[in-house]
């Protein structure tokens, strides 16, 4: 059964399904790409190319070299920087949304108005939320004011240089992947959120330390609205707090929050607001932006996922030639063992005998033949034509001229006719005409085939087109 | 297992001599410095092989062979010993053999050439079609027969001279090679490969499969070359568009913007030429003549205002949203002053940040060089040129490509639009890493590819 089956095995069934690299790894590829662009392409004899596909091969070897620690050095630089950065501006954030908090609440004296304050805590952030959806719609490149800031301060730190480092283009790779290309704008949503996270959950806690450490009471006041509105607004607001078990004001300790009244349990409710303070801001302020850069997150990781690595670089190319060769080295399989062949040189032309008996040899057929040759010269061009220019030589005793096409080598198959017409017609007595001038080489050849008829050099003559006999 | 075919396959590259085999090999292993070329007879005396690998595995092994010189008497001799008796393979065996030493050595290019017809799988037999047909070369059809292989001729220099093709293609249907391809070693055309590759597909039906990958791969691997060199210069193009450089002090300003230019052409051109595995001595490249431009940034351009009118809105809701803030922690004291402002400061910024320095520059009477559209033009013209050439060049050609500047003719449809969108990146002020960059380049290599 195993043998039948292994027997249906295609043994030269390649895996040819597509392979995707996942964005990481094109990521890699690339920050390699450049770094050896700049320093040299690196051996990485571990890998083998044997029965693999290029990008299969590709991310292998980026795996092994991204083992290297000067390498890993290398790749990691831009996102160390880039992971200081945000821990940095989300310390300041958390700092300044502290800050915020305690500055609002803490010069307000011991009556705090419970909606004014939620408004200070929440609305900056819902402003700006609101903000950043506009821009986004307008321009998703420069949405917000956190976010371009952001990368105006990484630009600054991995600026772009005319001719960079390998660490240097390493760096900017890793930047133009994760914030210049299409999924850019959505990684600067979620760093915009988490820093606007740190800044509510600052003022969360600058709330709680307040709060711990201070004892406010809760009032509202109106000139236009009556206590219904008050009530109606904060039950609009507090279904989601019951939901998660946190005690929640009732009508009546609303009611009695008024500027002008005095709540009968005045702890209680003193309480019950400051937590009804702290979830709305955990609530409507830190869980929506959470959420949205949880949703960016992900809208990021689609769109990198969709990134496709661009094969067609020179370097991809001359990788791929230099690790995984597309022919072998040429070998010798069968040497030459003749030694080299003494090379006539060319000697001074003599002159042609008047009156010669004219032959062609594998004269092409649109051959033009110079003034004065005969037209039905015989042209010897295979067994028969061969025998009657014999015969035709055997039977008159006139010097007998060759003629050739200069544009031919004498190979051994010609030298051999000419060789055979030497010695019908006495080699003193045949020349060869070659017609037109031939280059070099080609005049070389036919001085050999007249050495090995017994020819002088003197009988090899050349022709030009205009020539006459 | 009788249908598992043993690999490399092993393709005997025969002929008469000087009919371009060692010129085959070198177009079909793309390898321009195998073996020797010359325009002579015998010029390659060995046997020489080199193996076409596909994913490291040995697919192919093309073994280039002494030409054919003597045919006409090596059949005379093969006669003697068909009238021993043997035929086919025996007979070539035995003249092998048993040659005598004198003939052994007359013949002992033609005895090599023998050899690999009777080890091979399949032969190639090139022909030279500026050549007539004549009795030799059908001696040597009729002598390579006898090794009972497949034999394919290959028609090589159609391009020089097409007189004798149809006298070659009926001399060789009257000798039984019906299946045959036409292939010139020096203008290549990669159809004509993969219709040689089909062939022996045809006529070596074990190997089918192989060949096929074989073909895919190769077919994929032209298209990656192709593609990588066009993007060569639509780089190069791209670049050169939306290269600028101060204008003062004039005379030494332009002539490093020349020779910034001339720089990049010849960057480009050394790694179009290693993509396609040639040497600089296939391109001879005449000066490129380079004009200077001056150029002026037009805050009027449509795009411009475009682009401008929507990056001052979000930079004037960024700024309001700063104000917003301070509104807020002044308690509304401000009424909506600060958010005011805060807009108006984002918009101030931004336009100053953006086009604050060309605005500065205009009041001040400075100028900016850039590499002007004749000269662009021109350097389009010759990349194509050049492009055109060497996708058509085989790598047995001897003759450099010349690209020479010709006097502006037609400019090829749509490079209007292209150069314009290539400009428009200079007035976005659009960098290396935007992806409007990336976008152009894209659509540039897009329209390169169609064009070409």
């Known amino acids: ?469 | 297992m009788s249908d598992t075919p043993a690999l490399p396959l092993i393709i005997a590259v025969v002929g008469h001599t000087n009919t371009g085999k060692t010129s085959l090999l070198r177009t079909l292993l793309r390898n321009a410095s195998f073996g020797e070329v010359r325009d002579s007879a015998g010029t390659t005396r060995h046997v020489e092989a080199a193996q076409l690998l596909l994913q490291g595995k040995p697919y192919i092994e093309l073994r280039d062979t002494p030409g054919l010189e003597d045919s006409v008497a090596l059949a005379a001799h093969l006669k003697n010993t068909q009238q021993h008796g043997l035929r086919g393979r025996a007979c070539l065996e035995n003249f092998i053999s048993s040659a005598q030493a004198e003939i052994a050595q007359e013949f002992e290019q033609e005895i090599k050439v023998l050899r690999q017809a009777l080890e091979c799988h399949a032969m190639l037999y090139v022909i030279d079609c500026r050549e007539e047909v004549l009795e030799k070369y059908r001696e040597e059809i009729a002598t390579l027969s006898l090794a009972s292989r497949p034999i394919l001729p290959v028609l090589n220099f159609i391009q020089a001279d097409a007189q004798h093709l149809q006298s070659w293609r009926a001399e060789l249907a009257e000798l039984g090679l019906h299946a045959l391809v036409e292939f010139d070693t020096v203008a290549f055309d990669f159809a004509a490969e993969k219709r040689l590759y089909q062939k022996l597909q045809t006529l070596l039906e074990t190997w089918y499969q192989p060949l096929q990958q074989l073909l895919d791969h190769r077919a994929q691997e032209w298209q990656q070359v192709r593609g990588a060199c066009i993007a060569q210069v639509a780089k190069l193009l791209l670049d050169m568009a939306t290269t600028t450089i101060a204008a003062e002090p004039r005379p030494a300003r332009i002539n490093e913007l020349q020779n910034l230019v001339r720089q990049r052409e010849q960057q480009c051109l050394r790694d179009v030429l290693e993509l396609l595995n040639f040497s600089s001595s296939d391109v001879q490249l005449a000066n490129l003549p380079v004009q200077n431009g001056e150029w002026e940034l037009d805050l009027f351009a449509p795009e411009t205002l475009k682009k401008f009118g929507l990056d001052a809105a979000s930079a004037a809701a960024a700024g309001a949203a700063v104000g917003a803030g301070v509104d807020l922690l002044l308690a509304g004291l401000s009424l909506g002053a600060a958010s005011l402002t805060g807009a108006a400061i984002g918009t101030a910024w931004h336009t100053g940040r953006r086009y604050g320095r060309d605005l500065l520059a205009r009041w001040r009477g400075e100028k900016i060089l850039c590499v002007d559209d004749t000269t662009l033009n021109i350097l389009l013209l010759r990349q194509l040129s050049l492009l055109r050439h060497l996708f058509r060049r085989g790598h047995a050609a001897l003759n450099p490509v010349q690209v020479e500047h010709k006097e502006q003719n037609q400019m090829p449809d749509g490079w209007d639009v292209q150069r314009r969108k290539m400009r428009e990146l200079l007035q976005l002020k659009a960098g290396v890493e935007s992806r409007e960059y990336q976008r152009v380049i894209k659509e540039c290599e897009a329209w390169l590819a169609q064009i070409i």
């Open chain 1, 1 to 469: 059964m195993l043998c039948c089956a292994l027997a249906k095995i295609d043994p030269f069934l390649i895996e040819s399904r597509p392979v995707s690299l996942s964005f990481k790894q094109q990521l890699t590829a690339e920050q390699i790409r450049v770094i050896e662009e700049n320093q040299g392409v690196e051996p990485v004899p571990a890998v083998a190319s044997a029965g693999l596909d290029f990008p299969t091969w590709l991310v292998r070897r980026n795996d092994e070299l991204s083992r290297r620690e000067s390498l890993q050095r290398m790749l990691q630089h831009a996102p160390g920087i880039f992971f200081r950065l945000l821990l940095g501006t989300a310390l300041v954030a958390v700092l300044a949304g502290a800050i915020t908090s305690i500055k609002a609440l803490g010069n307000a004296g011991t009556q705090l108005n419970i909606f004014w304050v939620l408004g200070v805590l929440l609305g900056l952030s819902w402003l700006s939320l609101l903000l950043w959806f506009i821009t986004l719609l307008l321009n998703r490149d420069h949405a917000g004011v956190l976010a371009p800031l952001f990368r105006k301060l990484l630009d600054r730190f991995l600026p772009e240089r005319r001719e960079p480092s390998a660490q240097q283009a390493a760096d900017r790779v890793w930047l133009q992947h994760l914030f210049f290309s299409a999924s850019g704008f959505l990684r600067l949503g979620w760093i915009t959120h988490v820093l606007w996270s740190a800044y509510l959950l600052g003022g969360l806690l600058g709330l709680l330390l307040l709060f711990t450490t201070r004892q406010f009471d809760f009032v509202w006041e109106s000139t236009l609205l009556g206590g219904d509105s008050f009530v109606a607004i904060t039950q609009a607001l507090t279904p989601p707090l019951a939901a998660i078990g946190v005690p929640v004001p009732d009508a009546n300790q609303i009611l009695a929050s008024s500027l002008d009244q005095t709540p009968a349990d005045a702890a209680q409710t003193r309480r019950v607001w400051a937590i009804f303070l702290l979830g709305c801001v955990l609530i409507y302020g830190l869980l929506p932006r959470l959420l949205i850069g949880l949703i960016c997150m992900l809208g990021e990781r689609r769109l990198q996922a969709r990134q496709t690595l661009d094969f067609n670089r020179p370097y991809h190319i001359r990788l791929q030639r230099e690790f995984w060769p597309q022919g072998s080295r040429a070998r010798v399989l069968d040497a030459d063992q003749q030694p080299a062949q003494p090379q006539p040189s060319a000697g001074k032309s003599g002159q042609l005998p008047a009156n010669c008996l004219w032959i062609g040899l594998e004269l092409p057929g649109n051959y033009a033949l110079p003034a004065g040759v005969p037209e039905g010269l015989i042209n010897v061009r295979d067994e028969p034509s061969k025998r009657q220019a014999l015969a035709v030589i055997a039977e008159q005793s006139s010097a007998v001229a060759l003629l050739i096409d200069g544009n031919k080598a004498a190979d051994r198959g010609l030298q051999r006719v000419v060789v055979e017409l030497a010695n019908a017609a006495g080699a003193h007595n045949l020349w060869l005409v070659l017609r037109p001038q031939p280059a070099q080489e080609k005049q070389q050849s036919w001085l050999q085939a007249a050495a090995r008829a017994g020819l002088t050099p003197e009988q090899v003559t050349a022709m030009t087109e205009g020539d006459v006999v």
